[in-house]
Every structure is written in C-alpha cells, then in structure tokens.
C-alpha cells in the first residue's frame, strides 16, 4: 500500500562548489524537491565530526546543521548487489576539487558555513 504525502514536497537547495586551495567558490546553486537529514542539534558545542556545516541568518546564527565526511573524499561506499559482498568502494567520477551539499530550503537562511575540512 502506497501512502500518499499530504502537503507541497520538501524543499532544499543543491549547492556545487569548487575549491582551490583555500578558496571555495559556489558554482552551482539551484532549488530540488528533496527530503534532507534533520538538523543535528544546534544548542550542543561542535559536533563530534570531521565535516560539519551550518546555515545561518544574516546575524550568524545557526538555523541548520549538517555533518558528514570529507566532500573531497573521493570515495564512496555502494551497493553491490552480490549477498556475500553486499558494499564495495568506488571512486567518484566527478573533478577532485568540486564537491556538492544539500541544504534545506529556509525561511531567513543567509549564508553557509563549512567546518574541519582540510
């Protein structure tokens, strides 16, 4: 049985950057009927993560935060379809220095921050 969603579809934002060095340049940013992970908890100190991000208002407070690995780690855990080695790792065929997150659609977000990735 199919269950049938009541309301607009989730909203969020695909944001594609590159980076060079130390600076990280949007690239891409356009809007996506998407369901994104809950916010981790924004009262807490820092997350215990290597990759965390925020998006904040215009005053810099945090109204959703992400976490996650690296987005420049190339490699990626996926389905493998045999039952005795269901997940293997691929390299990802993209550019090494572009990596994408996907943010919720919020009212009053300003900007995002990025977080512990070197």
């Known amino acids: 049985m199919k269950k049938e969603l009541q309301g607009p579809p989730p909203q969020a934002i695909r944001l594609s950057f590159s980076i060079d060095g130390s600076a ?9 009927e998407m369901t994104v992970f809950p916010s981790a908890i924004i009262e807490a100190d820092q997350p215990r993560a290597r990759f965390w991000y925020e998006v904040q208002d215009k ?4 109204l959703y935060r992400g976490f996650g690995r690296n987005p420049l780690d190339p490699w990626m855990e ?3 379809g045999n039952p005795e080695r269901p997940l293997a790792f691929r390299k990802a065929e993209r550019p090494d220095n572009y990596f994408t997150l996907v943010v919720p659609d919020l009212e009053g977000a300003h900007s995002i921050v990025l977080f512990g990735f070197v």
Not at 59 to 62: D, E, F, K, M, S
């Open 78 to 80: 996926v389905a493998t």
């Open 24 to 32: 990280i340049q949007l690239v891409h940013e356009y809007r996506v």
């Open 59 to 62: 005053a810099g407070i945090p």
